[in-house]
DNA sequence: TAACAATCGTTATGATATAACAGACTATTC
DNA sequence: GAATAGTCTGTTATATCATAACGATTGTTA
């Protein structure tokens, strides 16, 4: 429950620390981390929150790093493959993991106001979800788990 | 916790009961029930498994119900604004609610093998969201659950 | 029946996402 | 360092999902 949330931080250090724990993963586990897969990251992490891969493509289009939608979807796939990106279903958008590298199961609340979205974490098999699925007898491999409403500043 | 799930069932009365039940809510509380409208729940009844807007718009156009986009999406923006059938985000797609006319916050479990979905009930302000939310100062409106993985049968 | 609101049919378009293929780059092996 | 296999990129084209807009029709209410 270490919920970044909506609280403020350091932002300059969010994108710092978000580039280099990746691009240490990806050497440790033999992944290429090319410029375009870089600059997406950067993008999600400057602007900290979600933006929808055309948006993304946007902004690569303006630097000269690519200008057609596979460009941009391929970036996130592998971003999101290797947990260094979340999609968010609820938007159709996508958002800078705020935990690289770990294992983990992400939970996101979406401000329907000023779309800020926070990411958190949760037990995959534990609460109403896990009791759920045994009772069904179902296998859980991946979960979306998203809730819309507002936050803290927005209810004011 | 009473999930229909994926155990077999008398499915002729799914669709007789459900009928019948949005037909009573919707003289209740004066909504027409149109023929389009009737149509599209009782293809998701029928079908017992998640559609896309495509998919029903296909059936309408064979019989003659309507055969644009705006047709399906409106009747299915109707059911779902009101309860009668659900979207999973996860699959673009659309189910008919299991639980009609009641006030509840649904969890779905897709199989990525045969497709099926099951719908299961929680609490929305209980389990790990609720705790995560208070703990950012975040107001739920809307929650979307929704697991993949697989369903008893095709785990054999 | 007149006034008003809700719904429908249709055209057009917008938004999101992927298939397919040729060429360039990277890593590995010899 | 050349051959080769695998991965990544750039591009074209197309598939899939969703809504705006508007006039015609139907239903509701007074
Ligand atoms: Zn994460
Ligand atoms: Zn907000
Ligand atoms: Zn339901
Ligand atoms: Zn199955």
Redesign the pocket.
Known sequence: MDSIGFAKHDHSRCIGSGIATVEAYCQDH???F????RRVLEILLQQHRAL???EILDYLREEG???????A???LD?LVKHGFVHRIERL?AFIACMHPGETHTPVFMICRKCASVAEAQREPMQGQLGEVARAAGFLIERTVVEAEGLCPKCQA
Do not use: D, E, I, W
């Open positions: 033999r992944l290429q090319t410029p375009v897969r929808g891969a055309y790093l690519g200008s057609q939608p596979p460009v979807y391929r970036a592998f159709n």
